[in-house]
């Protein structure tokens, strides 16, 4: 099955200075790589998300570049704030046959980002 | 809000005991996935369900089953449950898109066995 590592575990950033988070993942077939963010005491909420046809997406102060070849995709977050301080979590999956949906999401360990003010 | 419901928001139950969370997913979707989530752990995938069949199984105890109703909710039951089945479970849903689609999650349900 699939395996995502995810680094750094923790990460503390001066606020407006740059984080990034890096994953590799280990199944050739996964076409699908979102972002989640969880605060504290709550679900995880999808924040970025790209697929294996795109090389990178961006949204405001977040971007994400995905390379195939080498099975690693990262999250970028510019201009950090103390509201971007979470845990962050990336993730794997591929589509499913088309009666079936998407496959399951297999998650990194995740990354506690701590913004300092 | 990810429109993903889960109920009851906290439970705290003895060892021994049995317990069932309750899943509502987002309008639609057809796929409902739980999770589990331990202290300082990542999540870990239990079982995913595709318009009322089992469609993956992941890490999941014999002691757990789910099950996913005509209406598209879905139930997750412990049983015989031990200290170490304390945890954040979580319920998340997609729908159906042959381009692949998001999968979204509901605030969890926290689990204290004592």
């Known amino acids: 099955g699939e395996n995502v590592e995810q680094h750094p575990s923790t990460l503390s950033v001066q606020e407006g200075d740059s984080a990034v988070i890096k994953c590799t993942y280990s199944d050739s077939a996964s076409n699908y790589f979102p972002w989640y963010k969880q605060e504290l005491g709550k679900g995880p909420q999808l924040i970025i998300d790209i697929r294996s046809n795109v090389g990178e997406k961006k949204d405001q102060r977040i971007a994400v570049t995905l390379n195939k070849t080498a099975k690693h995709f990262s999250l970028h977050i510019t201009e950090t704030q103390p509201e971007d301080s979470a845990v962050y979590f990336c993730?794997?999956?591929?589509?499913?046959?088309?009666?079936?949906?998407?496959?399951?999401?297999?998650f990194g360990s995740g990354t506690r980002l701590q913004v300092q003010p | 809000d990810s429109g993903v419901t889960q109920t009851p928001k906290h439970l705290i139950t003895a060892t021994g005991q049995r317990v069932t969370l309750r899943c509502s997913p987002r309008s639609g979707d057809l796929s409902v996935y739980w999770y589990q989530q331990s202290l300082d752990q990542g999540l870990q995938f239990l079982i995913q369900y595709y318009n009322g069949e089992e469609r993956a199984k992941g890490n999941i105890l014999e002691r757990f089953s789910a099950q996913q109703f005509p209406d598209l909710h879905s139930e997750l039951n412990l049983s015989s449950l031990e200290l170490g089945d304390s945890a954040l479970y979580f319920c998340?849903?997609?729908?159906?898109?042959?381009?692949?689609?998001?999968?979204?999650f509901g605030e969890g349900s926290w689990l204290t066995v004592v």
């Open positions: 993730a794997a999956s591929m589509s499913g046959i088309v009666d079936t949906g998407r496959r399951a999401l297999t």
């Open positions: 998340a849903s997609s729908g159906q898109d042959l381009s692949g689609n998001t999968i979204y």
